[in-house]
């Protein structure tokens, strides 16, 4: 008699707009069907987004690998009046909200029905009940790392332990297991406990602590005492420490490879804030003459200068519909005097290529989560310059903690002579005869993280048991 062969374990990952939670999620579906030989189909919320971004995404998309199904994101400004500014979490929970009903018919459709659904951080609003309404196992993913997650997951408990504002705490804010985190540092969601941004917040919270497990974008190595912590005292449930989940290296301009095999080895900065991080004109002055100052060659990519709120930024509008030339708002004659030095990309650069590059020495970078792991993957230190989100806490995880970065004050505008301070300290090859430690320690971390990810190394028996977890629900 012939055996059939069974379908694969079909997964289903949701992804909610924003270019940066995408590639993660589309990565993450990539690995597991390439390693773990699953069906994934990652559903992805869009909303406007650059040409640059459409083109890094599109060759992403690997036809044979996982499947990929746009669904627009639900228009809801009218839900909002329009003269006043919606706080992103807010705007996202609403989106993903009022996107549910696009969604549920997507894998309604869908044969045979995912049998797990793998879900980012904001898209619990809308998955959460799709989830039970159609019988599938919800597993949490989230993009960024373990301390910031055991934050998240026991922001309930601080709710009713806590007095008055986070940021006006006296002493560091305790979590189990976990190392304090300072005032200061809180996540933007929780910085005022008055606002409806915070009440969406903790509504987000009770729903993200009902998954079935967690998928964390970090790797045991790096952050065992947090994982562990999540996993006996905070959420009680497995969390699976995946990562580095990082996109492979996208092509490069020919003018940019080129300028970049002309520099010696590890001489060069690369300054980028991310695709939604952008600074003041006060800032990108210092930064212009910081750069100059340091003596350091330097590609930076050059935006157009904040001027709108982040949540325009974040959704593809305000800015970058202007036709401005981001090159204009640097000082006077600092094009032609660092012609030589430096290396001026507008608007958007081929990051991890330029990461990759043996050229490349040191990153100063908004320290989001995806960035920071480029980085450490390819063994480029940092220079961290905190913006928003998580960002203060990943800061403080980086020069403290792991010790791969150093971190700019934190002041309304960081002045150009710190700028060339930090980032003289970091491209500094040797220190009185020894070698910098920052840069040993971020090339022993990224020893770390390849093995973590290689065959039998912890992130990938992590993800294989996410795997079986998956095909035992077949």
């Known amino acids: 008699m012939q055996s059939v062969q069974m379908d694969k374990p079909h997964v289903a990952l949701i992804s909610s ?30 909303c406007q987004t650059s040409e640059p971004q459409t083109q890094v995404l599109n060759s992403t998309m690997n036809p044979n690998l996982c499947d990929i199904i746009e669904i627009p994101g639900a228009k809801i400004s009218y839900l909002f009046d329009p003269d006043t500014t919606v706080p992103t979490l807010r705007h996202l929970n609403t989106m993903m909200h009022e996107t549910k009903p696009a969604i549920l018919c997507a894998l309604s459709n869908m044969k045979p029905c995912p049998s797990t659904i793998i879900y980012d951080l904001f898209s619990v609003s809308a998955c959460l009940s799709i989830a039970q309404e159609l019988n599938m196992q919800k597993f949490v993913y989230v993009a960024s790392h373990a301390w910031f997650l055991s934050l998240v997951a026991y922001s309930l408990v601080l ?38 941004q915070y009440q969406t917040y903790l509504s987000m919270v009770s729903g993200i602590v009902e998954g079935d497990a967690f998928l964390v974008n ?10 562990q912590a999540l996993r006996d005292q905070i959420l009680k449930v497995p969390v699976y420490g995946i990562g580095p989940v990082v996109r492979e290296a996208e092509s490069a301009p020919s003018e940019l490879t080129e300028w970049l095999d002309m520099q010696p080895s590890e001489s060069v900065i690369y300054v980028s804030f991310g695709s939604v991080g952008a600074l003041s004109y006060e800032e990108v002055t210092e930064v212009a003459w910081g750069l100059e100052m340091s003596g350091y060659r330097f590609v930076w990519v050059v935006r ?12 593809g509008k305000g800015k970058d519909d202007d036709d401005g030339d981001p090159l204009s708002y640097l000082p006077e004659g ?50 961290a310059w905190p913006l928003y989100a998580e960002q203060w806490m990943n800061a403080t995880l980086l020069e403290e903690e792991l010790g791969v970065a150093v971190r700019l ?33 971020v090339k022993e971390l990224k020893r770390s993280a390849m093995k973590a990810v290689s065959v039998n190394g912890s992130s990938y028996t992590a993800l294989s048991e996410v795997a079986k977890r998956c095909k035992g629900r077949m």
């Not at 709120?309 to 959704?315: A, P």
């Not at 003289?424 to 840069?439: Q, S, T």
């Open 17 to 46: 707009p924003g270019f940066g939670h995408l590639i993660s999620v589309i990565e993450l579906a990539n690995r597991l069907v390439t390693q773990h030989n699953l069906k994934a189909t990652v559903l992805a919320i869009t």
């Open 159 to 196: 709710d009713k332990e806590a007095e008055g504002q986070f940021t006006d705490q006296k002493e560091p804010i305790k979590i189990p297991g976990c190392k304090p985190v300072r005032p200061e540092d809180v996540i933007d969601s929780i910085v005022d406990r008055n606002s409806e």
């Open 218 to 227: 970090t790797w045991e190595n790096l952050q065992h005492k947090e994982l």
């Open 304 to 315: 157009l200068p904040s001027l709108t709120t982040s949540i325009e930024t974040f959704f």
């Open 334 to 383: 600092f094009l032609l005097r660092n012609q030589k030095m430096g290396l001026l990309v507008t608007e958007w650069a081929p990051q991890v290529a330029i990461l990759k590059h043996s050229s490349v020495g040191g990153f100063m970078s908004h320290c989001g989560w995806s960035s920071t792991l480029e980085s450490i993957t390819n063994g480029v230190p940092m220079i």
């Open 409 to 441: 004050e934190r002041k309304k505008v960081v002045e150009r002579e710190e700028i060339a301070r930090k980032v003289r300290e970091i491209m500094e090859v040797d220190r009185e005869g020894k070698p910098n430690p920052i840069r040993e320690r």
